[in-house]
């Protein structure tokens, strides 16, 4: 089942609190939260500091967002617990205007107090919006590669991303199949299944914690 397009997400209960937040794209700041892929859809785990979130939450005090709540919905896509909608929702977050409904309730006052904090080594990261730019164009002659093994048509001369494990591709091919699921754990080349990049050491654009 993917994500819907009704007004309202099917996880809401009654008397929780619905809180809208609208966020532009900022490059001195991540957006700045840890989030956690569940059966019940997208939990809230984590406020890193000096971020979007944490910014809003002192701006805001009444309608802080704060570990135990849920993603309702994202730039107008309901959350729901599949592995499809949680991709999708991790490319909502990474463009430049990212519209929010995040449910809060008695329940999230009862998450506080029972979620330990995630470990280190459970977090994934989203990957940035450039992520590409880090790596340099090549012909394909430099690549020793006649043909894109993700569209499988002859690549063109010049612009060939070539990836770690020396497999190339077209950039857009490239970057279309590396955000499927669009975070480091998941960025992987589509002929070895080498991880491309490892995450980051700084703080994050976001934490990630899929389903297990």
Excluded: Y
């Amino acid at each position: 089942m993917g994500c819907s397009s009704s007004a309202l997400a099917w996880h809401v209960v009654p008397g929780a609190k619905l809180v809208h937040i609208t966020f532009t794209r900022n490059e001195d700041k991540p957006l700045g939260f840890r989030l956690e892929h569940d059966s019940g859809g997208i939990l809230v785990r984590g406020i890193l500091p000096q971020t979007m979130i944490s910014a809003w939450n002192e701006q805001n005090p009444s309608s802080q967002v704060l570990v135990g709540a849920r993603l309702v919905s994202v730039n107008g896509i309901d959350v729901d617990p599949s592995w499809s909608c949680w991709c999708s929702i991790l490319s909502e977050l990474r463009k430049n205007t990212v519209n929010m409904v995040i449910t809060r309730g008695q329940t999230e006052i009862l998450w506080r107090r029972a979620l330990p904090p995630p470990r280190d080594e459970a977090l994934d990261h989203i990957l940035p919006t450039n992520f590409l730019d880090s790596m340099t164009l090549h012909t394909a002659a430099e690549c020793d590669a006649a043909e894109c093994c993700i569209c499988l048509e002859d690549l063109r001369p010049d612009a060939v991303v070539q990836l770690p494990c020396k497999h190339a591709f077209h950039r857009t091919c490239a970057e279309t199949w590396l955000t499927q699921c669009p975070t480091f754990r998941f960025a992987k080349c589509p002929m070895c299944r080498q991880q491309v990049w490892t995450p980051p050491c700084k703080v994050p654009e976001m934490g990630a914690m899929p389903h297990a």
